[in-house]
């Protein structure tokens, strides 16, 4: 069964994965590797893994080529991650920009660690968008798990506060704060995710915080400028690919986790409750190229 990873890749791996089949058997010509560079560079996979991908195509010309890449693309990438919840209780804070899908990706996370079983409380922490709080509650019915939200503020941590304060008392395993989206640009509202941080250590300290910032994979390269401003001031556990079935740029893991050492944890791979998965690497790479689960490019 072709799983739904496979499926969302298609457009990234259309070109790549017929590119390098066109050379299979033979030694490529200085226009094939050209060819395949561009391809490459437009997956945005960044110039340093293209590089290292166009030298094992010229070492590896023969039909160990696609095992080859393959073992190359996967040494690029950090081990699968653990997305169990192993302290308890943990808040989850979900940030990034505006349009990148923070608040689908909230709801998609509950289901998720509702469906392992977890306690989930949904706080809803985006005050600066009324929708976002309706969306959230809609959501919410449909995870069926608890919501916090106060639309007589606009302050933020007071609704994170309140939020805290009731997943303490019902025992919650998970709590999963969806924050407003905020220009990576903006000082302010960046200072205010560190205030954010600040309070739930302070006042919650038996909470476990993680960090999680959701990037849309059509925005590619930019993404990184965005990754890169929210960690400034705090390093964030992992990302949370969106959009990933509706881009050609889904290569964008690659810098992300070479050049800021950020791992995807999780990726979106449609507009569903159920479309979102736990990322695997050698899925990812598997479905980049064409490969079928467990071929190892064979």
């Not at 939200?149 to 007071?158: A, D, H, L, R, Y």
């Not at 019902?170 to 903006?186: C, F, M, N, V």
């Amino acid at each position: 069964m072709i799983g739904k990873l496979f499926k969302a890749l298609q457009r990234s791996r259309t070109g790549i994965a017929d590119t390098l089949r066109s050379v299979l058997g033979k030694r490529p010509d200085p226009k094939e590797l050209e060819d395949l560079e561009d391809v490459l560079l437009q997956s945005d996979m960044g110039y340093d893994v293209v590089q290292d991908l166009l030298n094992v195509v010229d070492r590896s010309s023969g039909p160990d080529l696609m095992g080859a890449v393959r073992e190359a693309l996967v040494k690029r990438l950090p081990q699968d991650q653990d997305v169990e919840i192993s302290k308890r209780p943990c808040a989850m804070l979900v940030m990034g920009v505006n349009g990148s899908g923070k608040t689908t990706s909230t709801a998609k996370l509950a289901y998720l660690y509702k469906k392992m079983g977890l306690n989930v409380t949904l706080v809803a922490a985006d005050t600066y968008r009324a929708a976002a709080v309706d969306q959230l509650k809609r959501w919410s019915e449909r995870v069926d798990c608890r919501l916090v939200c106060n639309e007589e503020t606009s302050e933020p941590v007071s609704v994170i506060f309140d939020g805290l304060e009731s997943a303490r008392a019902s025992k919650s395993d998970l709590t999963i704060i969806d924050t407003a989206g905020r220009l990576h640009t903006s000082k302010n509202l960046m200072k205010e995710l560190e205030k954010m941080h600040r309070v739930i250590e302070t006042r919650f300290p038996e909470f476990d915080v993680q960090s999680l910032i959701t990037l849309d994979a059509t925005m590619g390269q930019n993404s990184l400028a965005q990754a890169k401003e929210f960690q400034a001031d705090r390093k964030l556990d992992g990302a949370v690919l969106t959009k990933l079935d509706g881009t050609a740029k889904g290569g964008i893991i690659f810098p992300l986790y070479g050049m800021l050492d950020i791992p995807v944890k999780f990726v979106g791979l449609g507009e569903g409750l159920y479309d979102m998965e736990a990322f695997h690497r050698e899925h990812y790479v598997d479905g980049l190229l064409g490969l079928e689960e467990g071929s190892n490019g064979k």
